[in-house]
């Protein structure tokens, strides 16, 4: 948390002057002993070689996915009958740590017509506009499979 | 020129919502459009090179100012209920 | 109908008025002699690089204090006003969601640190006390909306506020010990030009003035919030 | 020429035609959850490629273009689920144009 | 040749805040109006960025900073202001 | 009237104040509900703001911040008028105080007459 923080603090600044350290030092040991609760948040990451290769690959997917979602929102924007059946289902996920599912619920939100309504226990509830075919199920495992096989290696 | 019908469209825009402010008969709304109007005018802010002011707007006029009108809305509903 | 006329015509004069003022504004190309002089003085005087900080807390310093004090008294007539109030249970139907949870811990750390950093930083870019103390009173309204169940204990509040207010002062005090007068600037070394620690006191009064505004506008807003829990228990 | 700056200033033309998009969405459609699908992730991945331009433009403010983009991602899908959930426990009616709806039959389970 | 670009963006947000601003006056219920509040302020944190640029200061991005951090709140307050949870 | 020619940054948004005053004393006269008063009364708060620091601007000059991008010996003929910002600045702070005064009053005045009208609250008449 003392870490995160302390960049923050730097990028702000955008400099890297002795006095900029110190106070800097002093603002986020002092929050990071004031709030100490919300430390767990941040724990939990592996710092291994593989999770910082999957965390790299989690950026590129999610970035393409954002940019598909975006593409498939304005061809259903700009068509003149508006082609959508949306509805909500049920969705369960096995992750376990909380900025892991934060994330997740994040992404969910800024995929291809989906996001999250609700966040009850260990199921998400997604909102989608277009839903495709008959097999509910396997589509929102679909869903939720693309993100989650890289996020449960990059937290425990 | 550009700057000159940016300002224009919030202009409009402005006193749209402050019409809208006065007039429209569910508070909520009204509120909600007086957020509107400083969210703007702290752009507006910008354009006129007061970068502190136009902070300050946004974190005072748009931020806190709704955010007390909705904690005394939400009173007054409460104590409705109670009847 | 008499009145509804009566008030129409007397929205047309002032509109009228209005309209003559404004139809003879020209707006000017030039600074007045008053604006030049922070214009030009102002960096070698004060030394602080944004010229609306060295008017508020050097030029015009005793009107900042003025009204610091004039928000101290509002917030002592919120909280009184606010403080026989008819006890309500707050029901919490749905709860918060995990999302909301897990998003304000991360937000609040960086939002009180976004409020340190622009009021810390108030002689350098835009910003300083007045706005780092709104951008801290909503990081405990973030931080209240979130986690209901803990509240900001009005003593920190109380202490804080009057803590920086006192030192507030007596660094004006100081100033008229060690330099020209009331809340002059100049009791430190001016240092660089540009960089943190430069413009005398200026950094330090600015952050007194934002712990001070910031505890006070959370203070409204946190009376605002929850009357039942909000008058003092002492 | 420098071709960065191009890049940069196209990347923002794109951007704000998103946001275009994201406005023509919250126009066109039919209810309150459907608007809130075209509006943010139209409006997200416009402010996020308006911002990239503009650091591509300037690189030197690229840190705290950075900084900013984290904190729209981070902030803006949370205010719309919030947004999204507190509509759909007001009961916002969903269009008619609506399939299933599994949120609202588990709740009516759980409650009989 | 980038200014003339970056002022179509500019024509083009204005655009955006034209039909923001015809959902919120049209909009059936409270929430859509919420929602056009919401992408209001993302989309003048994108023309804050690029006005910085058009002035050519840097200290304007802190501005945007404020902006992008504090769009969350009205919008938290009123969504639990909706399901009576304040 | 208007010229068009004549149209710059200043005189927009002065204008642009104009009218959301009287749009605002408008509604301070003519609203029976003391919330719509109130937030009307937001509403002149930020016009006068706004018409204030269009009569500091001067066009074509930035920020009143002394940084990289401005010269420093030169900085009276790059900059605009610091005094109005400041004077804005404090009246911003203290226009949230005075909101939250008469809100809380129009708390306090709803608990004693079970109604937001103003024709209802007969203490001061006579």
């Known amino acids: 948390m003392f870490f995160v923080l302390m960049g923050v603090w730097m990028i702000l600044n955008n400099s890297l002057a002795i006095e900029i350290w110190l106070t800097g030092g002093v603002v986020s040991l002092f929050l990071a002993i004031l709030l100490c609760s919300n430390c767990s948040v941040f724990q939990g990451v592996n710092l291994t070689p593989k999770a910082m290769l999957y965390t790299i690959m989690y950026i590129l997917v999610f970035l393409l996915e954002l940019v598909k979602s975006n593409l498939h929102i304005a061809k259903l924007v700009l068509t003149p009958s508006l082609p959508i059946n949306p509805g909500v289902i049920r969705a369960k996920t096995i992750l376990k740590s909380r900025m892991a599912r934060l994330i997740l619920a994040n992404s969910i939100t800024l995929t291809p017509g989906t996001f999250t309504i609700d966040f009850i226990d260990d199921t998400l509830y997604i909102h989608c506009v277009d839903l495709e075919g008959e097999d509910l199920e396997a589509y929102a495992n679909s869903i939720i499979r693309k993100f989650e096989k890289y996020l449960e290696v990059i937290y425990d | 020129m550009i700057y000159l019908i940016l300002l224009l469209v919030f202009g409009l825009i402005m006193i749209i919502m402050a019409f809208t402010a006065i007039h429209h008969k569910n508070l909520q709304v009204a509120v909600i459009a007086s957020g509107i109007i400083s969210l703007l005018a702290s752009v507006v802010y910008v354009f006129l090179a007061a970068p502190d002011v136009a902070i300050t707007e946004a974190s005072i006029g748009s931020a806190l100012t709704v955010v007390i009108f909705f904690y005394v809305l939400n009173k007054i509903r409460r104590s409705n209920d109670q009847e | 109908m008499i009145r509804n006329s009566f008030l129409i015509l007397l929205l047309a004069g002032l509109g009228w008025i209005l309209f003559q003022e404004f139809d003879s504004f020209k707006g000017s190309d030039q600074l007045n002699p008053v604006a030049e002089y922070y214009a030009t003085q102002g960096p070698q005087e004060v030394g602080a690089a944004n010229l609306v900080t060295s008017v508020v807390v050097t030029y015009r310093g005793l009107d900042t204090l003025g009204e610091v004090t004039i928000l101290f008294l509002t917030a002592a007539i919120v909280g009184l006003l606010f403080k026989r109030e008819s006890n309500s249970e707050t029901e919490d139907i749905y709860g918060t969601s995990e999302i909301l949870l897990t998003a304000g811990k991360i937000l609040v750390p960086m939002l009180i640190l976004v409020g340190v950093y622009i009021f810390i930083n108030g002689h350098l870019t835009p910003g300083g006390g007045f706005q780092g103390g709104a951008v801290l009173a909503s990081a405990f309204v973030l931080a209240a909306l979130t986690f209901s169940g803990t509240t900001v204990k009005h003593r920190v509040l109380e202490i804080v506020e009057s803590f920086s207010g006192i030192s507030f002062v007596l660094l004006g005090i100081l100033g008229v010990v060690l330099a020209g007068g009331f809340l002059d600037n100049k009791i430190f070394s001016l240092g660089t030009f540009g960089h943190l620690f430069s413009a005398g006191a200026i950094p330090i009064i600015y952050s007194l003035v934002g712990l001070k505004v910031g505890s006070e506008l959370s203070n409204i807003v946190l009376v605002m919030k929850s009357s039942e829990k909000g008058g003092d228990h002492d | 020429m420098d071709y960065l700056a191009l890049i940069g200033s196209v990347l923002t033309l794109i951007g704000t035609i998103f946001m275009f998009l994201a406005a023509l969405g919250l126009l066109r459609m039919p209810d309150v959850y459907n608007r809130i699908q075209a509006g943010t992730k139209a409006s997200t991945l416009g402010s996020v490629l308006t911002l990239l331009g503009i650091g591509l433009i300037q690189p030197d403010w690229l840190l705290k273009i950075g900084l900013l983009i984290i904190f729209i991602l981070l902030s803006n899908p949370v205010s719309s689920h919030v947004l999204g959930r507190a509509a759909h426990h007001k009961k916002v009616p969903m269009s008619p144009k609506t399939v299933l709806d599994h949120l609202t039959e588990d709740q009516t389970s759980t409650k009989n | ?86 | 009237m208007i010229n068009f020619n004549s149209l710059n940054i200043e005189t927009v948004s002065m204008g642009i104040g104009v009218i959301l005053f009287v749009l605002g004393v408008w509604g301070i006269v003519s609203q029976k509900n003391i919330i719509k008063i109130i937030i009307s009364f937001t509403i002149v708060d930020t016009s006068i703001h706004l018409i204030l620091v269009s009569i500091g601007y001067i066009r074509g000059k930035s920020a009143p911040i002394i940084d990289a991008a401005i010269n420093k010996e030169n900085a009276a003929n790059e900059v605009v008028d610091p005094l109005p910002q400041a004077l804005v600045l404090t009246a911003i702070v203290i226009g949230l105080g005075i909101t939250a005064l008469m809100l809380s009053y129009a708390l306090r005045m709803y608990k004693e007459n079970k109604s937001l009208d103003i024709n209802k609250f007969k203490a001061l008449k006579w």
């Open chain 5, 1 to 86: 040749m980038i200014n003339t670009l970056l002022s179509v963006s500019l024509l083009f947000i204005a655009l955006s805040f034209i039909l923001i601003i015809i959902r919120f006056l049209i909009g059936t219920t409270v929430a859509d109006r919420i929602i056009a509040l919401d992408v209001l302020t993302v989309s003048s944190i994108g023309m804050l960025v690029i006005l910085a640029r058009m002035f050519d200061r840097v200290i304007y991005l802190d501005v945007a900073v404020v902006y992008g951090i504090l769009s969350f709140i009205g919008v938290i307050v009123m969504a639990k202001y909706m399901e009576k949870s304040l």
